[in-house]
Nanobody, 122 residues
Framework: QVQLVESGGGLVQAGGSLRLSCATS????????MGWFRQAPGKERELVAR????????YYSDSVKGRFTISRDNTKNTVYLQMNSLKPEDAAVYYC???????????????WGQGTQVTVSS
């Protein structure tokens, strides 16, 4: 099992930016697809963005498209989520996750981080 540790969450004003990082253990990071999810209180976990193992294919949910950017550095075993133009509705716990096969739905992901809180004030 790969360990995933998120960082970079915090409190930001609406319109501001945050950059989340997810560091992974081991030396097989480049084999895996990665995703960022979020879950707000009382809501289901939502796939925000995902990136293929080679970094060449990305996907964004409609709610964040044009504002968030997922990237990865396979030399640092880390995936990032740059979040710009944050809105109050972006507030949630953000999780990174790793997928060894398919990577389209939350159930495809095998290993998860503990989450990092993002709070957006209006």
């Amino acid at each position: 099992q790969v360990q995933l540790v998120e960082s970079g969450g915090g409190l930001v004003q609406a319109g501001g930016s945050l950059r989340l990082s997810c560091a992974t253990s081991g030396n097989t990071f480049s084999w895996y697809h990665m995703g960022w999810f979020r879950q707000a209180p009382g809501k289901e976990r939502e796939l925000v963005a995902r990136i293929r193992w080679n970094g060449y294919n990305t996907y964004y949910s409609d709610s964040v498209k044009g504002r968030f950017t997922i990237s990865r550095d396979n030399t640092k075993n880390t995936v990032y989520l740059q979040m710009n133009s944050l809105k109050p509705e972006d507030a949630a716990v953000y999780y990174c996750a790793l997928a060894r096969g398919a990577y389209f739905r939350w159930s495809d992901y095998d290993d998860w981080g503990q989450g990092t809180q993002v709070t957006v004030s209006s």
